[in-house]
């Protein structure tokens, strides 16, 4: 029998697996994390920096107020109802389905108001839509 004492082998710890496994946790957590913080939204819509409008020949504009009431080529739409601006852009429509829808909405309308609009634009079968901004320094002087 052999007493005597034997060198103690020092155990190795392999990190190679260890860094593994914290190299999958940090891409799933990276993937998984989301970055948006609703409550910091603030948001002012619409402006955009364009060139000079086109005139559209073919153009029926409509108003969608902050409060949500609609006019249609300057004339006040009776009723805020889908079907009653559907007949009021037909109306307007002289040139049919070539005509151009041209939204020209308050920056605090309610969304559901231009919704609205372009729903009223399907089923009268108006499908050019488009919507009317000011640059950003016309939004400065207001």
Do not use: C
């Not at 409008?53 to 009776?78: F, H, M, N, S």
């Not at 005509?99 to 919704?115: E, F, L, N």
């Amino acid at each position: 029998m052999n007493f005597r004492p034997r060198a103690k082998e020092e155990p190795e710890i392999n990190l190679i697996p260890f860094i593994d496994v914290l190299l999958v946790i940090l891409i799933f957590l990276m993937l998984s994390t989301t970055y948006s913080k609703f409550t910091e939204l603030q948001l002012r819509l619409p402006v955009a920096d364009t060139e000079a409008q086109r005139d559209y020949p073919k153009e029926v504009i409509v108003g969608v107020t902050a409060d949500g009431r609609y006019t249609v080529a300057g004339t006040p739409v009776v009723g805020r109802s889908v079907d009653a601006i559907a007949q009021a852009l037909r109306d307007a429509a002289k040139a049919g389905k070539d005509s151009v829808i041209i939204i020209s909405a308050d920056a605090t309308s309610p969304h559901q108001s231009v919704i609205t609009v372009m729903e009223a634009a399907r089923r009268s079968g108006l499908n050019q839509i488009t919507f009317a901004t000011q640059t950003a320094a016309q939004a400065g002087t207001r």
